[in-house]
């Protein structure tokens, strides 16, 4: 269980806001008691918190959790999350309803905590339902950053992630999007062709890498007040946006 004293030490230390802090241990708890329930075996956990749960701890920090339903409707799928967390207590994090939120496509959710800090906050969580997934997915180790104990959870492979950030990054402006490609190029990851092409193909397009980018530089304006809650060092706007087209140049 994460101290509140424990949690300010580690909120000066990563220069972050103490409610990120208190955000990322609620989200690790909330994967380990996913991670034992039925749910876990029927949705497959991806986006830009999986990249820093189950493959780079070093990532940006996060605040929402995204996965792909298996062979599941909407309805069971709000009942497994329902019965896995609402009302329940663990690891010093009170989990009360969770409120399904209108959305024309998926299942988006939220859950509002309680935690160390002692105020209300939420989770929210994101469900695809398209049958999207290019490659197998993998059972994965979670990063266990607050020694709250080993989990496992089928995981979207890297290289799926990076497709779909590279999707993301040139059908919307968000600057975790053009962050997440530039941080996941500076690991080395790489992308598949083939996986690049699969995952395209379900939304009938093709990767443009200077299509990508036009649409990044939408990202600018909003690029400090979205990312500097989330990172100890924001990286300057433009060093990011020459790098990652400097690296889908060298990529694709």
């Not at 000066?12 to 708890?29: H, N, T």
């Not at 876990?40 to 920090?61: D, L, S």
Request: charged content about 35%; glycine content about 6%.
């Amino acid at each position: 269980m994460l101290a509140l004293s424990e949690l300010k030490r580690m909120a000066a230390r990563e220069g972050v806001p103490q409610a990120i802090v208190e955000k990322d241990y609620a989200l690790s708890v909330a994967l380990k008691v996913l991670a034992g329930s039925e749910l876990a075996q029927r949705c497959v956990f991806k986006g830009g918190t999986a990249i820093r749960k189950a493959y780079f701890k070093e990532a940006r920090y996060s605040e929402d959790l995204d996965f792909t339903a298996i062979n599941m409707e909407k309805g069971d799928c709000l009942r497994l999350l329902r019965a896995a967390l609402e009302g329940k207590t663990t690891e010093g994090i009170l989990f009360a309803d969770i409120e399904e939120i209108r959305t024309a496509a998926g299942l988006k959710a939220a859950v509002k905590y309680l935690g160390p800090l002692g105020y209300a906050q939420r989770i929210r969580f994101d469900f695809s339902f398209r049958d999207n997934l290019a490659e197998k997915p993998e059972v994965r180790g979670l990063i266990d950053s607050y020694s709250i104990g080993p989990a496992k959870m089928q995981v979207m492979g890297i290289e799926e992630i990076f497709a779909e950030k590279l999707h993301a990054l040139g059908s919307r402006s968000a600057p975790r999007d053009l962050y997440d490609v530039w941080f996941l190029l500076g690991k080395g990851v790489k992308v598949d062709s083939k996986v690049l092409e699969r995952k395209f193909d379900f939304y009938n397009e093709k990767f443009d890498a200077k299509k990508a980018i036009d649409n990044a530089r939408k990202s600018e304006e909003e690029w400090t007040r979205d990312l500097q809650p989330l990172l100890k060092m924001l990286p300057d706007y433009e060093k990011v946006e020459r790098e990652v087209e400097k690296g889908l140049d060298l990529l694709l």
